[in-house]
């Protein structure tokens, strides 16, 4: 049940908190994010602090997708609704409806099974097979949701199977934003440093796809990657984002609108997910989306740096970013508190956050912006932990508090 309150990231130093909206740092302090808010005002940005610009802007982009997606706002109203709960001491169905709702995104239940540990970076030795699964709830009860699960096979032979999940399109967005501004960054060396740098990111981020312990956060990458045969990372992974953004963002009274596929790469299992969806279920929306984009065989990449939301919603059936922006707005100022309490204010805080970085950013997440957006938002969100400073500051005191709180609401509601 840890897994569900923090998304680590792939070395697993540093991590967002889901239950204090924190993100932490083990081996970082104030001062590096300084050095890159100074490259930041300077449009200068430095390789050499590529470590830690790549630590903080995937955590902050964890942030950025728990306040400024509609997903993310529904879950915020969760969190804050068992909050709000467990400190009045006035019962505990939405604690149990917070950790059902994690568990239902997450499916921690569906134990990732890895029979072999292979790393081989050629995507013609690798295939996969697609099932699907019905979900349970907290209390290992089956629930009415269902999800995907993916055997990787390593030719022919299996590898391991794992759950799509929802932590896939927050990994993805994440490792999009450190792609995209480790790219940029070495794209300003000189040579032969670019060409050095850029061989070194490609052998980076293929081995973050092709590493068996990491296939849970992979996935939806992988399966992007893979069906549309894009041949480099940084445009592999752009296109992921872009589809993760608008699963993240769309409203559930669209899915009955999105253009159903021909089940040409998942036989059929998007299509039946979107009929037995009964909420939001942002995966079933990522696997039409990608299904129906290679069905289209239209190139997206008409210009390697910009990519058209417009012309995905499309392909899909839906209508264009403006129309869609201005629903989703609604949808999220809509969200209320059904407990008030004494986190109340706090809720309102990120709510008000959300509202604005959506304003923003919109259904597309920041695609078509340079990733140091993030730098600027980690600098401004009085949200980062530093735990080699170890201050005293008030995302410290909501870290440690927030997550005390989490140990006794589990222990509240009977599961480790």
Not at 95 to 109: A, E, G, S
Not at 191 to 198: D, F, L, T, W, Y
Not at 227 to 232: A, E, V, Y
């Amino acid at each position: 049940m840890n897994k569900l309150l923090s998304f680590p990231n792939v070395s697993t130093i540093a991590s967002f908190e889901l239950i204090s909206q924190t993100m932490n740092f083990n081996d970082l302090s104030h001062r590096h994010l300084d050095i890159l808010v100074d490259q930041l005002k300077t449009q200068e940005f430095d390789i050499t602090t590529i470590e830690s610009a790549n630590k903080i802007i995937h955590e902050t982009s964890h942030y950025f997708d728990n306040l400024a997606t509609l997903s993310g706002q529904v879950l915020l109203v969760k969190v804050y609704n068992a909050l709000n709960q467990f400190e009045s001491n006035a019962g505990k169905n939405h604690v149990i409806d917070l950790f059902n709702i994690l568990r239902t995104w997450t499916h921690d239940h569906h134990t990732p099974m890895l029979t072999a540990e292979i790393y081989d970076v050629n995507f013609q030795n690798w295939s996969y097979s697609f099932d699907k699964e019905i979900g349970k709830d907290i209390f290992d009860n089956p629930n009415d949701e269902l999800f995907m699960s993916t055997t990787f096979k390593h030719r022919g032979n299996s590898v391991g199977r794992v759950p799509f999940s929802i932590e896939s399109l927050w990994e993805t967005n994440a490792m999009w934003a450190e792609i995209t501004y480790h790219f940029f960054t070495s794209y300003n060396l000189g040579e032969p440093g670019r060409i050095v740098e850029a061989h070194n990111m490609q052998n980076k981020y293929t081995e973050y796809l092709y590493n068996p312990e990491l296939l849970v956060y992979s996935l939806a990458a992988h399966l992007t990657s893979s069906f549309t045969r894009l041949g480099d990372i940084f445009r592999a992974f752009k296109l992921s984002k872009a589809i993760s953004s608008i699963s993240l963002n769309l409203p559930f009274d669209y899915y009955s609108q999105i253009k159903r596929t021909r089940n040409s790469i998942f036989n059929g299992l998007a299509n039946n997910l979107l009929e037995h969806s009964t909420a939001l279920n942002p995966c079933a929306i990522y696997l039409t989306l990608l299904e129906n984009i290679v069905e289209s065989q239209i190139d997206l990449f008409k210009d390697d740096i910009i990519l058209e939301i417009d012309e995905i919603l499309a392909i899909s059936g839906l209508p264009d970013k403006t129309v869609l922006n201005k629903d989703i707005k609604a949808y999220i100022s809509q969200l209320t508190l059904e407990v008030d309490g004494p986190s109340s204010d706090l809720y309102n805080f990120h709510k008000k956050t959300g509202i604005h970085l959506f304003d923003v950013h919109g259904i597309e997440g920041g695609i078509n912006v340079h990733p140091a957006f993030l730098i600027d938002l980690a600098n401004k969100s009085q949200a980062c932990v530093f735990q080699e400073d170890v201050e005293e500051t008030d995302a410290y005191r909501r870290y440690n508090y927030y997550g005390t709180l989490a140990k006794r609401m589990r222990k509240k509601i009977g599961i480790r």
